[in-house]
């Protein structure tokens, strides 16, 4: 184990259904990221917060809203999502956001029908 | 020019084989360098990590960076078939930036 994790595992939702997914790490790191991975396509940075503040979005539609309430904890807001959007939603964590080394959480496989 | 491109394979071996995984870029600012694995159903855990050129070794492992070719790569001896899974590069220069991923290369090795 890598000391993040991240639940739920598995998350199938409507186009309308409003979700979350939740990551927690362990490490008594500061930053913490979201990652979409998808086939064939390198991971994609989707956020990044550092002490608690947002300092990277790369371009995310606002049907994803990120929140961090303290440095252990990060979750993801769902709503109205498209097929498109179906794919391994990873969680990663390091010591600060300029650190090289980031440990991931086992990801959230998010299918959209 | 994408900053970071890898095969993504998918790469067939036998067990025992030397396997080659590779990665070129284009930022000659990256100084950091990383090899993550993949296995199915998990997320990427760190695998090698190099600092600038050169070598580094860890039991079957050897990563090895290029800079003046702008090319890395990770080499496998005696691979197993707990070697099958994904291995990304990962990248990044010194500044607060955040890591440059290549697509992964799927490797399976055969019994």
């Known amino acids: ?113 | 020019q994408k900053e970071v491109e890898q095969d993504p394979g998918p790469l067939s071996v036998p067990e025992g084989a030397i396997v080659s995984l590779n990665c070129t870029y284009s930022n000659s600012a990256f100084q950091y360098f990383m090899w993550y694995r993949q296995y199915s159903r998990k997320g990427p855990e760190l695998l090698m990590y190099t600092y600038s050129s050169g070598n580094k070794e860890d039991g079957r492992f050897t990563a090895q960076v290029d800079k003046s070719s702008k090319y890395i790569s990770l080499f496998i001896r005696d691979s197993q078939p707990s070697d099958s899974a994904t291995y990304l590069c990962a990248m990044k220069d010194s500044g607060n930036t955040p890591l440059v991923f290549g697509k992964g290369t799927r490797l399976s090795v055969i019994a």
């Open chain 1, 1 to 113: 184990e890598t000391g993040v994790t991240q639940t739920p595992r598995h998350l199938v939702m409507g186009m309308t259904n409003k979700k979350s997914l939740k990551c927690e790490q362990h490490l008594g790191h500061n930053a913490m990221y979201w990652y979409k991975q998808s086939a064939k396509k390198p991971l994609e940075l989707m956020f990044v917060y550092n002490f608690k503040e947002q300092t990277e979005n790369n371009s995310v539609p606002s049907r994803f809203s990120p929140e961090c309430p303290n440095s252990s904890h990060l979750f993801l807001h769902l709503h109205t999502l498209q097929p498109e959007d179906s794919a391994l939603y990873l969680c990663a964590s390091s010591l600060g956001q300029g650190s090289d080394t980031q440990y991931f959480g086992p990801g959230t496989r998010l299918t959209v029908l």
